[in-house]
């Protein structure tokens, strides 16, 4: 089995004492409800472009009754969109794009490792690889379950134009 790096020291991830919960997740992230996929944020550095989050899998996930009853896994989708938010977070909060909102803009080189089950803690780490304000960020990730991996890829986040958004969604009323 080949051993990977992680992103962030595991040592430095405290789950009891978070730098985030989530009512200061949800000062920078729009998701509500079902499509929160972020429990806190454990650790961020500004100077080396990473930080840590905690999803904490439970029996009560949205994709629960559906993704393979008997045998419920944690969809890779959804795994993808909580690296989003832990990007989409941690640029907000400091405002390296320079946009209204971060939105999806791709991923590349993507491996699902393993499993993440209800009852698992899967830890998420980002690290910005580059940031080209009003452009994009591009962000290399990892998700954790019991220190294997279980996630890793690239990301891409763009800006969303939410006036355009608005605009077009008050036409469809």
Same mark, same amino acid.
């Given at each position: 089995?080949?051993?990977?790096?992680?992103?962030?020291?595991?040592?430095?991830?405290?789950?009891?004492?978070?730098?985030?919960?989530?009512?200061?997740?949800?000062?920078?992230?729009?998701?509500?409800?079902?499509?929160?996929?972020?429990?806190? &944020?454990?650790?961020?550095?500004? $100077?080396?472009?990473?930080?840590?989050? +905690?999803? =904490? *899998?439970?029996?009560?996930?949205?994709? /629960?009754?559906?993704?393979?009853?008997?045998?419920?896994?944690?969809?890779?989708?959804?795994?993808?969109?909580?690296?989003?938010?832990?990007?989409?977070?941690?640029?907000?909060?400091?405002?390296?794009?320079?946009?209204?909102?971060?939105?999806?803009?791709?991923?590349?080189?993507?491996?699902?490792?393993? &499993?993440?089950?209800?009852?698992? $803690?899967?830890?998420?780490?980002?690290? +910005?690889? =580059? *940031?080209?304000?009003?452009?994009?960020? /591009?962000?290399?990730?990892?998700?954790?379950?019991?220190?294997?991996?279980?996630?890793?890829?690239?990301?891409?986040?763009?800006?969303?134009?939410?006036?355009?958004?608005?605009?077009?969604?008050?036409?469809?009323?």
């Amino acid at each position: 089995m080949v051993k990977h790096e992680f992103i962030i020291d595991p040592s430095l991830l405290d789950t009891e004492n978070p730098v985030a919960d989530i009512e200061a997740i949800r000062a920078y992230n729009p998701q509500r409800h079902e499509m929160e996929q972020l429990t806190s &944020v454990l650790y961020e550095d500004l $100077d080396r472009h990473v930080c840590a989050a +905690l999803k =904490k *899998v439970t029996d009560d996930e949205f994709w /629960v009754r559906g993704h393979m009853p008997g045998m419920p896994l944690m969809p890779g989708v959804v795994m993808l969109e909580a690296v989003a938010q832990l990007s989409s977070y941690f640029t907000q909060k400091n405002d390296l794009l320079g946009a209204e909102m971060v939105g999806f803009g791709g991923v590349d080189d993507v491996r699902f490792r393993g &499993v993440v089950t209800p009852g698992t $803690d899967l830890i998420l780490m980002v690290q +910005l690889l =580059k *940031v080209r304000r009003n452009r994009m960020i /591009v962000a290399a990730f990892q998700g954790w379950v019991d220190e294997n991996m279980v996630l890793e890829g690239t990301l891409r986040g763009i800006p969303i134009p939410v006036d355009a958004v608005e605009s077009h969604m008050a036409r469809r009323s």
